[in-house]
């Protein structure tokens, strides 16, 4: 059975004093009133972790009772970052099963009311517990991506930050736009460059921030203006370190594939798109994961201005996590009423697209590893493809990296990547520097030093040696006399040899 | 699209030293072996809260990498203690809708691990916000929902301690029978009567332990020798204090509606069920929530031994949450597991039953506020009424109590029922009496008195005076001293009045 939107809500995210639960009621009071539904055969409840950001279990069943809807079934589900799409995923196949007409897709986080340091140790429980054990965050995986990219494409350090700056001014100019938004004014190169480091390279302005909101989305069987015709959905592995690529996410890949197969839509027929923005690495690596762009070629696009507003395929319209905010649980969803807004023409003046009759959202679940994309089309649009279609889009899935291989407590590796992370969780010394190391049998490694505070002191490429302290992985540079020992024990041919 | 079942895994249920994605994993390593696969569309992952049972999140991607099945859709689904249903009710639409083919819902907790008042905070923020400040427990409410009933179907206290001894005596006889279960032994009498207090009337053989376990089940859209016929999922308040009846729940009652009209059956086709025994009134409930017996007369079938393994309607063949044991994310698919095992014959010796060819599943959500349903039979059985089927099942559903009335911050009221806690959450005084106490305008609110230590000085229907003491609500006993100042201010005709 084919699924419609029929209505749509969304709270103006940001801090606010109200609990969650009324502003979930808030945006699904929107989405109702749209619709004009007073009733729905069921809600499905997306929210992270209410369990530690609010003290709540049974959440699916306070907010049905908090809206009045006692009676009907409510679910809760969740897929870590993504879970306002994997909401909306599960409603979908409700209501495609035949099973029910009316679905009611509900997702929030309430997120301010902490400590950053405690809010940053619960987002973190969503990294593998290996790698969480060094004190890596979100933002410090996201910081060794960029700092992979860079050097898989040959970018300077200082072209890099370029690049980053861009994707935040472009958001915030978007978001400045929006509403919806949290952050409404756009800023300069001298704001993200005056914003200070929250783990190298990776500035307060390329990580979105910490929000409250709600977003709510109704689907039913009954043809609407707006349709959904294409859901992918794949997961990765839990551990970053455990995957063959650190420049491209496979579960946006496989996702991807899978939604344009459904739609019997490519890439070039997308007309914009919401790219899950947590960093803004992650908006240059969704671009290029999702067939926009070439791999590597995502940046080029953004500096030519093909993702801004006035662009060929304008890229966050609605200025995205990164200044929309990113209530962990809700921004899936989010994603997905902006592309209704900008189907119907209702994004309004100056953010909204000329072409607008195919939207495409990815939504990010954890450090990549449990990733949605959804397509929403307009109903009254002219499809001239469909018979015979054939897919454009072939997506390299890069796999192959050994994790099974028993692992040395010391050694000589090469530093594939790393960060020095400024805002480790609560509980870890700061800043400490974070990489990851690949040794000569192709495993690679997480490792630490808090004792590298300088990024220059470190690069890219070069061999150093590891040992392990306290059950955790430390790296170090070589020095001079570590290549006098290796000379003298005869594994280096001199010690000048690098 | 039909949905049927093609393979089943359990795990010992008990305590495990393994970790929870280690017991999921053995679980769904049976069904999919069962099933022979090695491959399927997608993981609906029910579990109830891993944030604070194991402090993890972004769980589903942990178990999709656990099993070596990176890549395909993981989702987490969580409806409070009804969870592992909620799991298999989204797997279940997923196939239905034709987008999928093989799912597997998988479904677990591990709990054994900390210690029992931190586990019993961390199950009690299932309960309402305004209750759960009284140091209410799941138990708590239990025992005062069995005091209710007793009062209202005129049962002495010590006719209910025998219908609560036989619930548990028969479970625990028949989880003896099964290899799964927690508890392996026959109980008599005598082992419930010597067993501590847990919440008055509620001793430890009323409650399900504490445990460790993992369900699987995986969902086919091609026909098997098992077919899901019904299902149904309906909300109640999340306050019990907010609900017209406490001796039974709108959520069994509006999911037995639903699950009953899907497979055009009623309630005397059911040949057995599992029904949620967290407690052991639940079990007499629930019978009758589910048309089985008239409401008031559930403790009657059991004495009668209808719902023994050889009566003609067996509850809990497998032994019940109280036996088999409760990993609370788990026990809504191990329910279905057990009706799998009975409907292939497969139960083994001296548990499976005879005539076992339409079995159902009933599942709590927190306290009876999110609760399932679901109904499995043979697909080989021959039907016989499905031209002009006409329902049979028309419960009452009680609504109507009025929750918006102002609540004054002190007066007098009838204590509707009540309990003594004994083992309340960790940071709460114990032993604590916890009451109803029904106000002349038809509010009810909740109270507390630490002072009541033996319920004997306590009797339901009895005026009892209440006020407010650090924002909570407490009751004391009306003493002749109220009486005598009653009468000056002319409240009472007479001092003896009561």
Excluded at 16 to 25: D, G, H, N, P, V
Excluded at 366 to 393: C, H, M, Q, T
Aim: proline share 5%; aromatic share 8%.
């Amino acid at each position: 059975m084919d699924v419609y939107i029929s209505g749509v809500g969304l709270t103006k995210f940001g801090k606010s004093k109200e609990s969650l639960e009324r502003i979930m009621a808030e945006a699904a009071g929107l989405a109702l009133k749209e619709a004009q539904l007073e009733k729905v055969d069921a809600i499905f409840i997306g929210v992270m972790n209410v369990e530690e950001f609010v003290g709540n279990s049974n959440f699916a069943t306070l907010l049905a009772d908090t809206m009045g809807l006692t009676g009907i079934p409510s679910t809760r589900v969740e897929t870590a970052s993504s879970t306002g799409a994997g909401a909306f995923e599960t409603g979908f196949y409700a209501v495609a099963s035949g099973h029910m007409k009316n679905v009611l897709v509900l997702a929030g986080e309430k997120m301010t009311h902490l400590p950053t340091s405690k809010t940053t140790r619960i987002l973190s429980e969503v990294i593998d517990r290996t790698e969480r054990r060094y004190g890596a965050t979100m933002p410090a995986f996201a910081a060794m991506i960029a700092q992979r990219y860079a050097q898989e494409y040959k970018l300077s350090s200082s072209k890099l930050e370029e690049i980053l700056a861009q994707v935040a001014m472009k958001n915030h100019y978007n978001g400045s736009l929006n509403p919806y938004a949290q952050f409404r004014k756009p800023i300069t190169r001298e704001d993200y460059l005056g914003s200070q480091i929250i783990s190298y390279p990776l500035r307060l302005y390329d990580c979105a921030p910490i929000t409250d909101g709600a977003a709510a989305l109704l689907l039913t069987s009954e043809p609407t203006s707006i349709k959904v015709t294409g859901i992918g959905h794949a997961t990765d592995t839990l551990a970053v370190s455990h995957r063959a690529s650190l420049t491209s996410f496979n579960s946006t890949k496989e996702a991807a594939k899978k939604a344009y197969r459904m739609a019997q839509l490519n890439p070039s027929e997308i007309h914009f798109a919401e790219v899950h923005d947590a960093f803004t690495p992650f908006e240059i690596i969704g671009t290029e994961d999702l067939g926009f762009f070439a791999p590597g070629e995502g940046w080029k696009a953004l500096e030519e201005k093909v993702t801004h507003l006035q662009g060929r395929l304008p890229i966050n319209p609605s200025g995205g996590l990164k200044s929309r905010g990113h209530p962990v649980g809700a921004s899936g969803l989010a994603q997905l009423v902006e592309i209704v807004f900008q189907l119907r023409g209702e994004a309004g003046e100056g953010r909204q697209l000329e072409k607008a009759e195919v939207g495409l959202a990815q939504s990010i679940g954890g450090l990549g590893n449990n990733n949605f994309v959804i397509i929403l089309e307009r109903s009254d649009r002219k499809r001239r493809y469909v018979e015979g279609w054939r897919p454009a889009y072939q997506p390299e899935i890069k796999t192959g990296l050994r994790t099974n291989l028993p692992q040395p407590s010391e050694g000589v590796g090469t530093l594939e990547t790393f960060t020095i992370l400024h805002h480790p969780p609560e509980g870890f010394l700061s800043p400490i520097a974070l990489g990851f190391i690949t040794l000569q049998e192709g495993i690679r490694i997480m490792a630490c030093n808090p004792e590298y505070k300088n990024p220059k002191s470190l690069k890219i490429g070069k061999k150093v040696l590891f040992n392990t302290r306290e059950g955790l992985y430390v790296f170090r540079k070589i020095t001079l006399w570590d290549r006098l020992k290796f000379w003298i024990k005869g594994e280096l041919k001199s010690p000048r040899q690098r």
